[in-house]
Structures are given as C-alpha cells and as structure tokens.
C-alpha cells in the first residue's frame, strides 16, 4: 500500500471549520498519486474537446449537405461524419480512461484517511471515549468516508472540465459570431452561478443539522441495543421506542425542511436556464431570418446552449454536491482534530523489560478541578511483590490503574516505575509491561480463541494453549461442541462471569506482563466462583510486580501490604494481622464482611 506523506497536520481543533482547510487537508492524500491524477486530468480535459468540438462538425457537416441541396446527387461529406464518430467515442474513451487512472487514487485516499481517523481515535484519552457516544462516532465515520470519494470527483474531475467547456464556448461564441451570444451566455452563467451558490450556502446549516439528528439518532439506537438486557429488565420496550421516535421526529422534520429548500434552489435553476436558452435561440433565429447566419450556425448554437445545459445543470447539483461532502467530511477531520489528551514527550524512552517496581509518588488528581480523588497519595510496589488497596466504593481504588496505565497523567507527583516517570516512557512500551483483569471483563464478538489469542496476536498456538491451561479454561473448552471456535457474543454474553475472568486470566497470561494490575477481578462473581479464580489470580501473580484493587477483602490477605484509601488519602496500611490488631477502617470493613458472608451462607 502507498502511503501519503506523514498526512497533513491537524487543524486546531476549534469546532468551526472552514471549506478550504478541509479541502488542503485532503489534498496531501491524493498528491501521493501524483502520477495518476495528472493523466486522469489530461484525459478529462482532453474529452472536453473532443465534446466541444462534435457540434463544430455538425454545423460543417449540416452546411456542407444545404449548399449541395440543388444538385441531382448530393455527395454526402464522408471525412465530416468520419470525424463526426471519432469525437464522439473520443469524449466516451477519454473519460472512462479517466474513470479508470482515478479510481486507484479515490479508494487509496479513502483507505488512509479511514485508518488515520480510526488510529488517532484508539490515541485519545479514555476521557475522549467517555464523553462520546460510539454510535455518533461511527456514523460520523461512515458519512465521512462515503463523501470523500465524491468530493475527490467533483472538485478535481467535474469543477476543471466544466469550466474549460465554458471557456471554450464562449471562446467560439466570441470569435464567429455577435458579442450578444456571448453576453447572453455570461449573463445567464453569472446568474445561475450566484443564485446557486448563495441558497445553497442557507441550506449547509439545514444539511448539518440534518447530520447532527441523524448522528444522535444512530446513537440512541445502538445505546438501546448494546443494553438490550437492562431495557429487558425493566420493562422498557416502550419508553425505548418513545425515546427513538422522538429523535427520528425531530430528524424527520429537519430532513423535510432539507428537502424543501432543495426543490426551490432546483425551481430557480430551472428557471434561469430557460430565460437564458430562449434569449439565445430568439436571437440565432434573428440572424438566419435575416441572412447572416446559416443553417449550420443555428444548429451549432442550438447544440452548444444544450452541451452548455448540461454541465451547467450539473454545476449546481455538482456545488450542492460538494457542500454537502464537505459537511459530512468536516465532522470526520474534526475527530482527527481532536487534542491528545495525553501524548508522548518528543524524547520518550522506552521502558526495559524485566522486574519492575511501581511508585506512586506523592500522587494527586482530579478528572474535574472541583472534585478531587486522590490526595498526596504515596507507597511503593517493590518488584515480585503485592501491594492491595481496598476501600469503599468511590475512593479512587479504580483510578489508580488508570494513572499507572498512563490512560490520565497525574496533576501532582509522579507515578514511577523503577524510578523513571512514566511520562518520560513511551505508552507503548509502558503498556506493554502491564496486564489488568478487570472487574467487568469485555470480550470481543469472536471465538475463544481469538479472545485468548488477543493479549499476544503473534503467539502459536502451544503458547495460547498453555496458557489457557494455566487459567483452567482448558476443561471448559473441551466440553464446548465446537471448542476453540465458539463464538462468545456481543461483549462476551454466552459465558458466565467466571468463564470470562478465566478468559481475561488466559489473555493476561498470554501478554506475559511485568506488572499485573486485578481490578476488582472477582468482585461481580459468588463466592464459590470466586475461590476457584481466586487460585488462579494468585499463580499469575507469583513472581510479578502485582496491584491488587479490591472490594472484597478475603481476596487480599495474603498481600504484602494492604493499603485502606478513603476520599482520596491513605488511611491505614500494613499486612492483614497487623491491620485487624489496629481495629480500625480495615477491621471495621472485615467484620461486616465476614456477617455479610455468614447471613449468606446461612441463606
């Protein structure tokens, strides 16, 4: 595949942009193809002339037949209706060789802005991603991609040909015949020109907003779906519909209101048009009448007004064409000009593999400046140990995977590993050396095997295999009729919580991490469930670099240290004995446990 250079730089990402810089930033793309969009040119223009030049041979081929009217055999001008074909397939060859240079370049651009958008779209911050919602993205994206193609066409191969056609016209009108005819034709062109460019300049906010409802839409149907569980739960069929309806009400207004303007600007095109071709064949009719002009001449301006039809028509579907790609292409580059919420230093290192130990060093951080999570926060994972922090919900347990992740960057001290901040390592690297099996364990709409298989793509077969002995998920998938390649649904919705941790186990392993990071792993699973995971969680921690981020506390006792975070700050720490010795937060929140636990049992 051929690459564009590096792409052009995003423009600022100040949510109004402009035609022309989404057109300079699409031009990088087909500049790569140099080559093929200047003989794509060459074609075009060249079957502009040779159409052009067909009505210059009628009007030869029409006087030569009037002047041998009188005469008792009428020699029919072979070389005139020779020349008459050759145009005419000329104009046909020349634009399907054209058709056929482009398409290269159209699709080539429309594969690389595809994949620099979905790129740049798996770089921004998780903020970006929770403050989005996946339907808008994805629809924006589609539209986007779609239009490209059409903008390519119409602005390079339409806009060009149609103008030298023009020019060449009035060149001809100018040179043989009155000024009038020419006049005629500037006249009706300007007219045509501004009336079509100003009404359609008040449809492009009609036309957005058109997008913007369908986007949201799109949006509320997919949210209805992907929580298709929920809306069963409670009954909600109905108000689901509602909720949809009202938005497809309110987009099926906008698009009445579109389509509206789009039948008076053609009302008002049509009517220019036939001002103009009437004043043009009164006057052609003139001057036959009165003997200036023969009968060549009023089929030669007859068939110029009609070749003139109709590129001019398409002119104004070509500009509506064109405002509309640019409105859909607009709100796919605005993704692209979204800032990077976290970026790597341009003097980055990669993180060296091997036994890491993790630091929060003094660390706070607020997702808002009004609401702060963490405060002063400051301990150290040493490498192959487990630290564990445990606290109520909303205590900033989660967010501590987060910042080590680097998915935020911290707003005072530094998270560490083996001394260096990690905001002088390359997320790549830095990601590379971390696993995590989170507390709600997302799977792809694929096999086992491609589940398993994705914490190393690149890995054999024995190793994933192995691996998924070492999380004994091996027995499960032999039971399964069609084993590795059953399929696991949307999310992973064909297993049970534990079948899925077994598999985010299996992947993690897979990764072959330095440090590992269990948020919450068991904590949506039964007891019973949990013990058999449980071992499992601990053999992949053995000999790692582990965080431990815990509700449940029988989970933790065997850490190292156990760190209690309360509103932020660090309340208690120690080992499991020395912690209930204290009887304070930790023994607290062990003893309710342990009645919860028992009421449980007992039930």
């Known amino acids: ?31 790569a193809y140099k080559g093929r969009v200047l003989f794509a040119l060459v074609c075009l223009i060249s079957a502009k002339f040779a159409n052009v030049s067909v009505p210059l041979i009628f009007k030869r081929l029409v006087d030569d037949l009037d002047l041998s009217r009188g005469q008792a055999l009428i020699v029919v001008p072979a070389a005139l209706l020779l020349a008459y074909g050759v145009l005419r397939f000329s104009t046909s060859l020349f634009t399907e060789l054209r058709e056929i240079i482009f398409a290269r370049v159209t699709q080539e651009a429309v594969r690389e802005i595809s994949l620099q958008v979905f790129h740049h779209l798996h770089a921004l911050s998780l903020r970006f991603h929770l403050e989005r919602q996946t339907g808008g993205l994805t629809r924006d994206i589609e539209r986007g991609t779609r239009s490209i193609g059409s903008l390519i066409s119409y602005t390079l191969y339409s806009i060009l040909p149609t103008l030298v056609e023009i020019g060449l016209v009035m060149g001809i009108l100018l040179t043989k015949y009155e000024p009038s005819f020419a006049a005629i034709t500037a006249a009706t062109l300007t007219c045509y020109i501004v009336f079509t460019v100003r009404v359609t300049h008040w449809r492009t906010a009609l036309r957005r907003r058109v997008n913007e409802l369908d986007s949201a839409a799109n949006a509320r149907a997919i949210d209805s779906l992907i929580n298709f569980e929920t809306v069963k739960y409670f009954n909600n069929e109905a108000f689901e519909t509602r ?14 209101r579109n389509q509206q303007s789009l039948s008076l600007l053609n009302m008002g095109q049509a009517a220019i048009i036939a001002v103009g071709v009437t004043a043009m064949m009164w006057r052609a009719a003139l001057g036959v009448a ?15 007004l009609i070749q003139l039809y109709v590129p001019l028509n398409f002119l104004g579907v070509l500009y509506r064409e064109i405002r509309q790609a640019l409105t859909d292409i607009e709100r796919m580059f605005g993704l692209l000009d979204a800032r990077r919420e976290v970026a790597d230093r341009t003097d980055a290192r990669a993180l060296a593999r091997g036994p890491a130990e993790v630091r929060f060093d ?7 400046p009004a609401r702060a999570i963490l405060h002063q926060v400051d301990f150290a994972i040493p490498a192959g140990h487990t630290v564990a922090v445990v606290g109520h919900s909303g205590s900033g347990k989660s967010t501590l995977a987060r910042l080590l992740f680097r998915f935020y960057d911290v707003q005072g001290g530094a998270v560490r590993i083996n001394g260096e901040d990690i905001r002088a390592l390359t997320q790549d690297s830095l990601r590379a050396a971390i696993g995590i099996v989170p507390q709600d364990t997302v799977l792809f709409n694929d096999t086992l095997y491609y589940n398993v298989q994705y914490g190393r793509p690149d890995a054999p077969r024995a190793e994933i295999e192995a691996a998924a002995r070492a999380a004994q998920l091996e027995d499960f998938i032999a039971r399964l009729p069609e084993g590795w390649e059953t399929r696991v649904g949307e999310r992973g919705l064909k297993l049970s919580g534990g079948e899925k941790q077994r598999v985010a186990i299996a992947r993690t392993l897979l990764k072959n991490p330095d440090i590992l990071i269990f948020d919450e792993a068991t904590s949506a699973l039964d007891s019973k469930t949990e013990k058999a995971i449980q071992a499992q969680l601990d053999a992949a921690a053995r000999g790692r670099t582990t965080l431990v981020i815990a509700h449940r506390l029988s989970t933790v006792m065997n850490a190292d240290e156990i760190l209690v975070l309360d509103q932020g700050h660090i309340v208690e720490r120690g080992d499991h004995a020395s912690l209930l010795a204290r009887n304070g937060a930790y023994a607290q929140m062990w003893a309710l446990q342990q009645e919860e636990r028992a009421a449980e049992e007992a039930a």
């Open 362 to 368: 003094h660390v706070a951080f607020a997702y808002e």
């Open 1 to 31: 595949m051929r690459r564009s250079p590096s792409g052009p730089p995003p423009a600022p990402a100040t949510g109004d942009r402009h035609d022309w810089q989404t057109i300079r930033q699409l031009l990088p793309y087909l500049w």
């Open 290 to 304: 009165g003997g200036q002009m023969t009968l060549g001449d009023l089929v030669l301006v007859n068939a110029f």
């Open 243 to 256: 909720r949809y309806d009202a938005e497809l009400a309110r987009w099926t207004e906008a698009q009445i």
